[in-house]
């Protein structure tokens, strides 16, 4: 008899975020509506062997509703890191479902939340879809509508969180970025899927030796020092191997990569994310 296979389960430095509870909504040409079940799936850090059904805002363009935001394990895995360095004055550029911002507000070191949004009908849609004026700690958070590339604040900034593009490791996601901060410059960044552009600069230093021993923490911060940016988990060890890990997992389920190349691929994630937690439990230790 075939034995059922089961990824095994590896715990993250970060807390699990929470969910809001979404309804059902259809405005026009955005729908607010839930996502598939699944088993066996990739997120970001992690492989899961069950997705429950989340939610998502999908549009409509030429007669087909396509998926612009969702809450699958892959979206909440990959903003953990930035929900945990969130303190003081927030910049968000990106409403999306709010998600990020519902995790936020709720910190008490959050003190202020300024979510920068051009769409009307996706912040209409987010209002129709769940109460966002019933959250605790809403009353932190301040609108304002317009092209984030033009935001200037008022204040002094203490975190930037940028995710203002459709697809994970878009070529554009960190000019964008880097962009925002030349306007906001907040003492600490995070943007949605930035682990992509490192896992590219540590590529472009063409170093020999395994691609995943270059993803340590000396690298990761040369690379936050070449492209101007104070990233979060900069005094992290282990955030550049979750890193490596992000990016491997995810390409493995690429479509143009084969059945047999996904398979390596997830290995060789597993591998490092193994030992990486069996280090990380040594140093704890000695400490």
């Known amino acids: 008899m075939k034995k059922n296979f089961s990824w095994p389960h590896y715990p993250l430095p970060w807390p699990d975020p929470l969910v809001p509870d979404y309804k059902r909504v259809s405005i026009g040409r955005w729908k607010c509506e839930p996502t598939p079940e699944g088993t066996r799936i990739m997120g970001y850090f992690r492989p899961h062997n069950y997705a429950p059904s989340g939610w998502m805002f999908t549009q409509k363009v030429d007669n087909n509703w396509l998926k612009w935001m969702s809450l699958t394990p892959m979206e909440l895995e990959s903003h953990m890191p930035h929900i945990a360095a969130a303190r003081g004055t927030v910049v968000v550029a990106g409403l999306g479902m709010g998600f990020y911002v519902y995790n936020i507000i709720r910190n008490p070191k959050v003190t202020r939340v300024v979510v920068l949004e051009k769409d009307k009908a996706v912040v209409n849609l987010w209002k129709r879809a769940i109460n966002p004026e019933e959250w605790h700690g809403f009353r932190k958070v301040e609108l304002v509508m317009g092209d984030a590339l033009d935001y200037k604040p008022d204040m002094p900034v203490d975190f ?61 911060l040369a690379f936050c ?46 591998g490092v994310l193994q030992h990486d937690l069996v280090l990380d439990h040594a140093v704890k230790a000695d400490d």
């Open 160 to 220: 930037l969180y940028a995710d203002i593009w459709p697809y994970l490791g878009d070529y554009q996601a960190l000019e964008i970025t880097q962009k925002l901060q030349s306007n906001i410059q907040a003492k600490e960044v995070g943007f949605w899927g930035q682990e992509f552009d490192f896992m590219s600069w540590v590529i472009k230093q063409k170093r020999t030796g395994p691609v995943d021993s270059h993803f340590t923490q000396a690298n990761y």
């Open 225 to 270: 020092n070449e492209v101007g940016l104070p990233l979060v988990e900069r005094q992290s060890k282990r955030y550049p191997k979750l890193a490596f890990v992000a990016v491997t997992l995810q390409t493995s389920i690429n479509p143009s990569v084969n059945k047999d190349d996904g398979a390596r691929l997830t290995i060789q994630a597993l």
